[in-house]
């Protein structure tokens, strides 16, 4: 697990680190420059030409003092200013006045001569963007995309991207290579500023643990060794052990969803899958997952004498460990009673997907059954649905969309996307870095709901088996893409993949095992 902060939360984490514990800004300063140097040096290669990019507040001043190490190994370096350093920070006039004096040429932009460099640092923004970038500085971004660079590197952020949100604030440079500063930033975690900072490397500047836990470090992401997180599994258990989970799913011809949940959930390891479904898609259902328990419904029945009751729906829920409620079960009358049904009923958790969702947004009534055992796992414009927001606007920024809705309704929400927010009823944030193209396919939702309703099943909490089984979804998909491609992959490959997966956690706790021994 690594942790992720907002540019708010870096500059508190650096002025406590400077202040409160007293290690000189320089310091912090010069290992960063170090790090910077050292990644471009191997993007160099031997005498290589850089150019550094630099602004006027400290971001700059790291570009600088790395470009003055560079020269030191051998590289032709220039160091291009976006404007009057004497209205820059004491640290930048500090590091121009090292460099000055061992020869790096510096120029302003307005009198650079461009030309070919093997690499150009990108150092005229840090944390601190929060508007968007216009008149001179929106100039020198669009002169430095213009440079013909075999590598870019940024400093800490992309320039042009927000550390908070991600988003684009005017023209950005995309990078090759980010070096940034004690932790991951939020914006760069997140589309599309992960798409604008290429490879990631977190170098260690210097900060100490105690800064972090003073600025309010919460938002985090797992990395592949976090599998071991997954529920063990005792010898002495039976099927009980692991949970029933209840799949309310499919209707006429989306028999599909149905089985994709059922299926996941069983490979995530629930001990007892039971779908609840139209009858029409008993036989289908029953070929394609023969373990599950079948229990098929008359749709023109439903709540009907003769048909499934509201006691049928209570009692199914009531012995359910968790619930699965909403892929594919259409937008018809029948659905939204039975999305209503369940959400009064159940006492387990609920993970709301698909047309669950659509119900709710259909009947905003319904959210007065969320309470802290319900996850919603909407995509975009299931959620620009449910909040009445343009998708275009939840795009700008969706962790902090994931985290008012979670805030709104008491609820965990998993809002679906890329890189995949995932906001704890309990304040946590979690943003997913596992994961691929492959997965962008039908029913990969539908087999992410059937983990996560498993994971609950075997008694995770709502705020953790949402973002281990968004982690875990994403691995499998890696996995899958590895073995047949990222154009060939099937949502049912996604959840034939979790097996590895989960072998992966028995292998990492047997060597914990034994390295404890």
Known sequence: MRYLVSGAQMKEIDRFTICDVGIPSLVLMERAAMAVAEESHRAAGPGGRIFAAAGLGNNGADAVAAARMLKEKGHPVSVILAGDPERGTEELKLQLKIAERLGVEVELFGDFIPGRCEVLIDGVFGVGLNRPVTGHYGEFLRFLQGISAKTVVAVDVPSGVSSDTGALLGPALRADVTVTFGYEKLGTAVYPGKDFRGRLVVADAGFPAEAARHAGVS????????????????????????????????????????????????????????????EENREILQTLLPEAVMIPYEKDLLFQEGGLSREDVEGLCREASAVVLGPGLGREKGAGELVRAV????????????????????????????????IITPH???????????????????????????????????????????????????????????????????????????????????????????????????RASAARGERAVLARDLADALGEVCQISQEIRKKEVNGNE
Request: proline share 4%; hydrophobic share 45%.
């Open 219 to 278: 938002a985090f992401t797992y990395e592949p060794e976090d599998v071991k997180r997954l529920p063990a599994r005792p010898a002495y258990s039976h099927k009980g052990t692991f949970g029933k989970v209840l799949v309310v799913a499919g209707w006429k011809n989306m028999a599909g969803a149905a089985g994709l949940v059922g299926l996941a959930a069983y490979r995530m390891g629930a001990g007892l899958v039971k779908l609840l479904t139209p």
């Open 380 to 478: 975009l414009l299931e959620m620009s649905r449910l909040l009445h927001i343009p998708v275009e606007e939840i795009k700008k920024d969706i962790p902090g969309t994931a985290r008012a809705c979670a805030d709104r309704w008491g609820i965990t929400c998993v809002l679906k996307d890329a890189a995949t927010a995932v906001a704890g009823g309990d304040g946590s944030l979690y943003i997913n870095s596992s994961g691929c193209a492959a997965m962008a396919k039908g029913g990969s939702g539908d087999v992410l709901s059937g983990i996560i309703g498993a994971l609950l099943a075997q008694g995770m909490s709502e705020p953790e088996a949402a973002a281990l089984g968004v982690c875990v979804h994403g691995l499998a998909g890696e």
């Open 343 to 374: 959400l009064s009923s159940a006492c387990s958790p609920v993970v709301l997907d698909a047309d669950g969702l659509n119900a709710v947004a259909d009947n905003e009534e319904l959210t007065r059954y969320f309470t802290e055992n319900i």
